[in-house]
């Protein structure tokens, strides 16, 4: 992974052949851990059952994005845990993005790497961060989501052809994968810039590393 901007991230490419018959049903296989990962990513609800007046609860956190913006335009801190939460949080739904987008045929673990690869620092949020930056970042960030409205067009269609490719070929065609790779790159340079706070440094309109 490049260090020329502070939120990084790569795929290992598969130079090897890939699953077929997981690659032809990769839309119903990825369902279980994309349940899992909704799970944790924002549902909540409740109600009362058995007729005992007693509850059942079930919610998922989601990313952090208001409480990180609140400390630091008040406080000039980041809570180590909650860049901790955000971090693994990204991690794992970027490994059930990269199996959803066929280039790892290994189904996606909740805490393990494997092929994916994401890192960013932890901020030092009273000399680094702008206390007043995250009241706007997303707006900033507007141009970036217009680029990558088109880009993602691209990359379903993208997808589509290395899906046929791998079916008869076994292989993930490489300039394929890059591209892929490099949408799904800007895509976190984006989320880690304006929803999440990690930095200050605006992300470069760049599909490479």
Same mark, same amino acid.
């Given at each position: 992974?490049?260090?020329?901007?502070?939120?990084?991230?790569?795929?290992?490419?598969?130079?090897?052949?890939?699953?077929?018959?997981?690659?032809?049903?990769?839309?119903?296989?990825?369902?279980?851990?994309?349940?899992?990962?909704?799970?944790?990513?924002?549902?909540?609800?409740?109600?009362?059952?058995?007729?005992?007046?007693?509850?059942?609860?079930?919610?998922?956190?989601?990313?952090?994005?208001?409480?990180?913006?609140?400390?630091? #335009? $008040?406080?000039?801190? !980041? &809570? +180590?845990?909650?860049?901790?939460?955000?971090?693994?949080?990204? @991690?794992?739904? %970027? =490994? *059930?993005?990269?199996?959803?987008?066929?280039?790892?045929?290994?189904?996606?673990?909740?805490?393990?790497?494997?092929?994916?690869?994401?890192?960013?620092?932890?901020?030092?949020?009273?000399?680094?961060?702008?206390?007043?930056?995250?009241?706007?970042?997303?707006?900033?960030?507007?141009?970036?989501?217009?680029?990558?409205?088109?880009?993602?067009?691209?990359?379903?269609?993208?997808?589509?052809?290395?899906?046929?490719?791998? #079916? $008869?070929?076994?292989? !993930? &065609? +490489?300039?394929?994968?890059?591209?892929?790779?490099?949408?799904? @790159?800007?895509? %976190? =340079? *984006?989320?880690?810039?304006?929803?999440?706070?990690?930095?200050?440094?605006?992300?470069?309109?760049?599909?490479?590393?």
């Amino acid at each position: 992974m490049s260090e020329d901007y502070p939120v990084r991230f790569g795929v290992d490419y598969p130079d090897r052949g890939l699953n077929r018959l997981t690659t032809a049903l990769r839309i119903f296989t990825v369902i279980p851990i994309a349940i899992v990962l909704a799970s944790i990513g924002g549902y909540s609800g409740g109600g009362a059952y058995d007729g005992s007046g007693r509850t059942i609860a079930v919610s998922g956190v989601g990313l952090l994005v208001l409480p990180p913006l609140l400390m630091i #335009l $008040f406080r000039r801190k !980041y &809570p +180590r845990w909650w860049y901790e939460w955000n971090l693994e949080l990204m @991690r794992f739904s %970027n =490994r *059930v993005g990269v199996y959803l987008a066929l280039m790892d045929d290994r189904y996606p673990s909740t805490d393990e790497q494997q092929a994916v690869h994401l890192d960013f620092g932890y901020p030092d949020a009273e000399r680094e961060l702008n206390r007043w930056l995250p009241l706007v970042k997303w707006l900033l960030a507007i141009p970036h989501y217009i680029v990558l409205f088109f880009l993602d067009i691209g990359a379903f269609f993208a997808v589509i052809a290395a899906w046929f490719a791998v #079916l $008869f070929t076994g292989r !993930y &065609p +490489r300039g394929i994968f890059d591209y892929v790779e490099g949408v799904i @790159r800007w895509h %976190n =340079r *984006v989320l880690g810039y304006a929803f999440i706070f990690v930095t200050d440094q605006y992300p470069p309109f760049q599909l490479r590393p």
